[in-house]
């Protein structure tokens, strides 16, 4: 399935892939054989979805758990803030940015 | 290597003049002070008029570290500090020190000449002192990580795990730290442990963490870790976890404990008992200033988002994790990490890089921190309990 080589996958378990390159605004990626459009740039360092995970599924990085879905996620999805929360505490971000 | 051998058996590898403040309000003439030599004098001390027990202990060990080589107390005069204790500790040691109570000298501007004066004269004996040769297994090195993203743990935070295996393997002490961010990772961690009651103690004590940042209601995590990708504390801790390397874990210790020989040790930062006096560590230097009271000779720091800081008493190694940052910051940083990232590295290649380093520094090479003057320093009040019996298996 075709990747492309920005995309890293740590564990052979794991339902992210990270970033080791940065994805520029409206690319369109190869992410595990689907072609995903991105409307906006993406870092070094975020993760997108290889494997779908179901809502309050596990999401797996490293081999291990690093939270749980709050909504459904895709593969090819950004998987972030908006879609995965802590099982211990949770996460301050500052959302008012100029 | 050469150091400066201690009466305690220690080595140094640097040889400054602390000058040590015990109270916010000796401040002013301590850094004054310091100004005399600013290479060679580096200002502690602790902002607290109330007693802790914890930053009584924390002064004693900073002012008897083996990068110290003589120390000059700075007390205002009716701090609850317990100056005379400090004082008879650090002369026990058979270093110089002297103690300046300001409102027994003159006021500031009397207490700042005597203070240089006493300075001047403990740096030019210092640079006379002689040196002894010193092995890697004399070396105790920290890591801490800070200004994290999600390229920390893929680069930075492994690679340092590579240097420390190694470090280990040649006999130093190697401490690896945060307990709040190893939550998530007490299973694999416990399982590293020289003995099972060592992994019920290191799973206590991220239990114990957990709690205190849940009643806290922030975990060990800033805004910027989420900005480079991090979206969870759990998440972050498998990064920081990556660190410690595969080493098996020898014991667990609180701030102040010495690692009593090589191998590879956890610390535990969180205070014990109820929540009191806020957050464990309020920010990355107060780990560091944790570290060297645990006799860290130099303290391996990894960063994403992009640290600067160094340390007063030890020498840090600023390891960039995130290759974008280190374009930005490069002059600030002592290892490019982010290397592994666009394949011109491996992670072995800059593992190795790092123990390399970690030798210069040892052997007086100064840190980028070092040479831009970074002499950072925090320590505020906690509340520990001794680590128990199984935590330090023989």
Sequence with gaps: MLTDPRLLLLSPRDSVFVLRGQIEAGETVWVAGIAVAFPQALGLGHKIARLAVPQDGQVIKYGAPIGRATHPIAPGDHVHLHNLRSDYTPTYAIEAKP | ?394
């Design chain 2, 1 to 394: 290597m050469k150091g400066w051998l201690r009466s305690d058996g220690r080595k140094g590898i640097r040889n400054v003049v602390a000058v040590a403040y015990l109270v916010e309000c000796a401040h002013h003439v301590a850094r004054k002070i310091a100004e005399v030599a600013p290479e060679g004098a580096h200002v502690i001390g602790f902002p607290g008029c109330y007693p802790n027990a914890y930053a009584q202990r924390m002064m004693e060990r900073l002012c008897t570290h083996p990068n110290v080589g003589a120390v000059l107390i700075v007390s205002l005069g009716c701090e609850s500090f317990n100056r005379f204790q400090l004082d008879q500790i650090v002369a026990a040691t058979g270093r110089p020190v002297q103690t300046l109570v300001i409102q027994n000298t003159g006021g500031t501007r009397s207490s700042i000449d005597t203070g240089r004066d006493w300075v001047a004269r403990q740096i030019a004996a210092l640079a006379r002192a002689p040196t002894v040769p010193m092995a890697v297994s004399d070396l105790i090195i920290g890591t801490v990580c800070g200004g994290s993203d999600g390229t920390s743990g893929i680069t930075g935070n492994p690679a340092a795990g590579i240097a420390f295996d190694k470090l280990v393997a040649a006999g130093a002490a190697c401490i690896f730290e945060e307990t709040g961010e190893l939550i998530g990772c007490e299973g694999i961690m416990a399982d590293r442990a020289v003995t099972p009651d060592l992994a019920t103690e290191l799973r206590a004590s991220v239990a114990k963490a957990a709690r205190y940042y849940a009643t806290l209601g922030y975990g060990s995590f800033a805004s910027g870790n989420a900005d480079g990708g991090l979206t969870t504390i759990e998440e972050k801790s498998l990064g920081a976890y990556m660190k410690s390397g595969q080493s098996p874990i020898s014991g667990l210790i609180k701030p102040g404990d010495i690692p009593p020989k090589g191998g590879l040790y956890l610390m535990d930062v969180v205070p014990d008992g109820e929540v009191r006096f806020g957050f464990p560590n309020i920010s990355d230097n107060a780990e560091i200033v944790e570290m060297m009271a645990s006799g860290a000779h130099c303290t391996l720091f990894v960063t994403g988002r992009g640290s600067v800081v160094g340390s007063a008493i030890s020498p840090v190694i600023k390891i960039a994790a995130n290759p974008h940052m280190y374009a930005r910051l490069s002059d600030d940083m002592d290892i490019n990490a982010g290397a592994i990232l666009d394949g011109s590295a491996t992670l072995d290649q800059i593992g190795q890089q790092i123990f390399d380093l970690v030798l210069a520094t040892a052997s007086g090479q100064p840190t980028r921190s070092e040479a831009l003057g970074h002499q950072e320093f925090i320590l505020t009040y906690k509340s520990f309990e001794p680590i128990g019996p199984s935590c330090l298996p023989v």
